[in-house]
T-cell receptor, first 115, second 108 residues
Framework: NAGVTQTPKFRVLKTGQSMTLLCAQDMNHEYMYWYRQDPGMGLRLIHYSVGEGTTAKGEVPDGYNVSRLKKQNFLLGLESAAPSQTSVYFC??????????????FGPGTRLTVT | GIQVEQSPPDLILQEGANSTLRCNFSDSVNNLQWFHQNPWGQLINLFYIPSGTKQNGRLSATTVATERYSLLYISSSQTTDSGVYFCAASGGYQKVTFGIGTKLQVIP
């Protein structure tokens, strides 16, 4: 199992450009999450999904959109990047259907710089 | 949402020393995890421990859900233990809240 993978690993954008970050998991997990981590801080939840075709806002959703068209994939989009979105982005997944465990598994992260 | 506080914020240990990291949370939880973020930024699952005690080698963790805290014990610390330790908690599958972490430096 590859677990949770993220592409790309690094990206530099100019202000106003758009991009999509891809997260994939092969653990058949129901729930998927996108977080951002800024220097000296813990992770903050951007958006999450409780199943294919569903998404919900987290703590810091502004400026981001998400889609979950397939159970194994969760996409994070930036329509018009801003320097404040410079961060490290982590994807996570959890919970097999019917299992009462919320243990989250994280991808390796994507380092995004917006100039 | 749940508030998560970690202490201490920074810790410097001599190799071989033991340490205890603390995580306090503001409400009842059914998800409590400890992570280690290594110097390369990778988040490594240490424990999923909404209650009780678990041990894995030199690491162990205890969560006392009724008193709303969790402890992570590191014994015989090694330089490879350096990094940031995060506690994360939630009441379910959503709105997981991370603490700001304990930065650990183990010196030879």
């Amino acid at each position: 199992n590859a677990g949770v993978t993220q592409t790309p690993k690094f990206r530099v954008l100019k202000t106003g450009q758009s991009m999509t970050l891809l997260c994939a998991q092969d653990m058949n997990h129901e729930y998927m999450y996108w977080y951002r981590q800024d220097p000296g801080m813990g992770l903050r939840l951007i958006h999450y999904s409780v199943g294919e075709g569903t998404t919900a806002k987290g703590e810091v959703p502004d400026g981001y959109n998400v889609s979950r068209l397939k159970k194994q994939n969760f996409l994070l989009g930036l329509e018009s990047a801003a320097p404040s979105q410079t961060s490290v982005y982590f994807c996570a997944s959890s919970a097999l259907a019917g299992r009462l465990s919320y243990e989250q598994y994280f991808g390796p992260g994507t380092r995004l710089t917006v100039t | 949402g749940i508030q998560v506080e970690q202490s201490p914020p920074d810790l410097i240990l001599q190799e071989g020393a033991n340490s205890t990291l603390r995580c306090n949370f503001s409400d009842s939880v059914n998800n409590l995890q400890w992570f280690h973020q290594n110097p390369w930024g990778q988040l490594i699952n240490l424990f999923y421990i909404p209650s009780g005690t678990k041990q894995n080698g030199r690491l162990s963790a205890t969560t006392v859900a009724t008193e709303r805290y969790s402890l992570l014990y590191i014994s015989s610390s090694q330089t490879t233990d350096s990094g940031v330790y995060f506690c994360a908690a939630s009441g379910g599958y959503q709105k997981v809240t991370f603490g700001i972490g304990t930065k650990l430096q183990v010196i030879p």
